[in-house]
């Protein structure tokens, strides 16, 4: 009935990423990454729920705590991180785990983000395969073709 996705700082703008493509599905998908939003959306799952938890480090105490609430709950609860046996994994009824990626910058590179996008794109892309596509998918596109104004300019690389 409801997938929420849940996810702080840098892992909140994945999770709200996925909300829109999940809702493109036409499921009820919610994002939550402010702190008392996640604890009263946690406390709200129920049974047949999905929940979500984005974490690289897998340790960020917000995303562990709502999910161990959703678990408790009776919600399902995914999470994805760069590492293994973390407190998200424990959280975790399944746990999809990136590449680690070893560098001094680990924070404020991208290839983390990059690797939990493309994990949320493949559970996209299964929750499209497995019937949930929308039969209204055409007309939302169709609908934000037409109402979204164009681009003010084309950005050609390298520059000619």
Do not use: W
């Not at 996640?38 to 929940?51: F, L, W």
């Not at 404020?108 to 497995?130: E, G, K, N, W």
């Amino acid at each position: 009935p409801r997938i929420v996705v849940f996810g702080c700082g840098g892992s909140g703008y994945a999770a709200q990423d996925e909300e829109l493509r999940f809702s493109h599905l036409n499921m009820a998908a919610e994002e939550y990454g402010e702190s008392y939003q996640m604890m009263i959306q946690a406390s709200r799952m129920g049974k047949g729920e999905v929940a979500v938890g984005i974490c690289n480090s897998g340790r960020t105490q917000l995303t562990v705590a709502a999910l161990k609430a959703e678990r408790k709950a009776g919600a399902h609860t995914i999470g994805v991180s760069s590492h293994r046996g973390t407190p998200l994994e424990k959280a975790s009824d399944v746990l999809l785990s990136t590449a680690p990626v070893h560098s001094a910058f680990v924070s404020a590179s991208l290839t983390p983000r990059l690797s939990v996008l493309f994990i949320m794109d493949a559970l996209y892309c299964l929750a499209a395969q497995h019937g949930r596509v929308s039969d209204s998918l055409d007309a939302i596109n169709h609908h934000l073709e037409t109402n979204l104004p164009p681009p003010r300019r084309k950005y050609v690389f390298p520059p000619t």
